[in-house]
């Protein structure tokens, strides 16, 4: 599995970022997908994450302001970033993990690559 992230940028404290991933490849199933963060000189945490069922968790830190989506379909998750603070800015990773029919293994993740979110007025 490929995942291609988008939408990082530059915006200014209060503002909204769109965050967008998409996963291709052939003979898998996702069962999570999720989105975490790094931000310099600190560990990767989760941001928030969504199963293929609809459910989804948040960090404290972005309850109420972040909102992560998905479209099974497209293998697709977005995350609505509203109410950014300077706390925000870090490198996004989008997450998933999946099973793979061809190799016969659950529980495999894969990475997207890091898109930044940069928030400063």
């Known amino acids: 599995v490929q995942l291609q992230a988008s939408g990082g940028g530059l915006v200014q404290p209060g503002e909204s970022l769109r965050l967008s991933c998409a996963a291709s490849?052939?003979?898998?199933?996702?069962?999570?997908m999720g989105w975490y963060r790094q931000a310099r000189g600190e560990q990767r945490e989760l941001v928030a994450s969504?199963?293929?069922?609809?459910?989804?968790d948040y960090a404290d830190s972005v309850k109420g302001r972040f909102t992560i989506s998905k479209d099974n379909a497209k293998n697709t998750i977005s995350l609505q970033m509203d109410s950014l603070n300077p706390e925000d800015t870090a490198l996004y990773y989008c997450?998933?993990?999946?099973?793979?029919?061809?190799?016969?293994?659950?529980?495999?993740?894969?990475w997207g690559q890091g898109t930044l979110v940069t928030v400063s007025s």
């Open positions: 490849g052939s003979a898998f199933s996702i069962d999570v």
């Open positions: 969504i199963t293929a069922g609809g459910s989804a």
């Open positions: 997450n998933a993990r999946y099973r793979d029919y061809i190799l016969g293994r659950n529980n495999v993740d894969a």
